[in-house]
């Protein structure tokens, strides 16, 4: 058998069993990444509170909407858990409710509407180790409506119920 022929099958061997072994583990890959993100979620429920505190404080720091200050946040009970799709990180989306004030001098004085609550949704995200927010808001979309608006950016992930959780 000539060097080239043996060297041709030598190639053809090993990549047949690099392509067998990407085929065996992906089973067990995308296992870690379901307990991954399972153990994510779970961290997400336990954090929560904190997590909301500071989301109100940044969000309410960014100065937006322009002449009206947050004077209360309700937080909906349901995650909406998507990844970006460029860095994949986890992301967990929450309907909220965010009522205002008026700021003196803001222009926003003699709105009406200032008064009333406005739908939202808070953005939280995982760097791989833990849960952090920068106070990123969108405003009038629910949870799974931003994941379909920012489709390009975003994709759904399931849901798995956490220990002690119908």
Not at 27 to 45: K, N, T
Not at 74 to 92: H, P, T
Not at 118 to 126: D, V
Not at 152 to 165: F, H, K, N, S, Y
Request: positive net charge; glycine residues 6%; aromatic residues 8%.
């Amino acid at each position: 058998m000539s060097l080239a022929l043996t060297l041709v099958l030598v190639f053809c061997t090993a990549a047949l069993a690099g392509v067998a072994t990407a085929i065996a583990s992906r089973p067990m890959r995308i296992a870690r990444q379901s307990e991954r993100i399972a153990r994510a979620q779970r961290d997400f429920h336990r954090q929560r509170e904190p997590l909301e505190a500071k989301f109100i404080e940044l969000a309410a720091s960014r100065g937006k909407p322009r002449g009206l200050r947050w004077v209360e946040v309700d937080f909906d009970d349901d995650v909406v858990y998507a990844r970006d799709r460029r860095s994949r990180q986890l992301k967990a989306l929450v309907a909220i409710e965010v009522s205002f004030e008026a700021v003196a001098g803001g222009g926003m004085e003699d709105v009406e509407n200032v008064a009333k609550a406005k739908a939202a949704t808070a953005e939280f995200i995982h760097d791989g180790v833990r849960w952090m927010t920068d106070g990123k808001v969108y405003f009038n979309l629910a949870p799974s409506a931003t994941v379909k608006y920012l489709a390009t950016d975003m994709e759904l992930v399931a849901e798995r119920p956490a220990a002690g959780r119908a």
